[in-house]
């Protein structure tokens, strides 16, 4: 059960950062102004931006190592 859990946890960190990089290179959000119920609107918009936060984290980790490039 702890790790059905674990994992259920780790695919919604997980898709909350593959929607900042979407986010961040398309410009395409989720229409959270769709979502009639306020409190659930605003847990929505809780869980994008944790996704934006490990995405930015995961940018700097990367952008330090010598691992990765950047190419323009």
Same mark, same amino acid.
């Given at each position: ?22 986010? %961040?290179? *398309?410009?395409? *959000? ?16 809780? #869980?994008?931006?944790?996704?934006? #936060? ?11 190592? *010598?691992?990765?490039? %950047?190419?323009?």
């Amino acid at each position: 059960m702890l790790g059905w859990l674990f994992h259920l946890g780790l695919d919604a960190f997980i898709i909350s950062a593959f929607l900042a990089g979407i986010r %961040r290179s *398309t410009g395409l *959000t989720p229409a959270l102004s769709q979502v009639p119920n306020k409190d659930i609107r605003q847990l929505l918009r809780s #869980y994008l931006e944790v996704g934006e #936060y490990a995405f930015d984290f995961a940018v700097v980790i990367f952008g330090r190592s *010598t691992y990765f490039e %950047r190419r323009h």
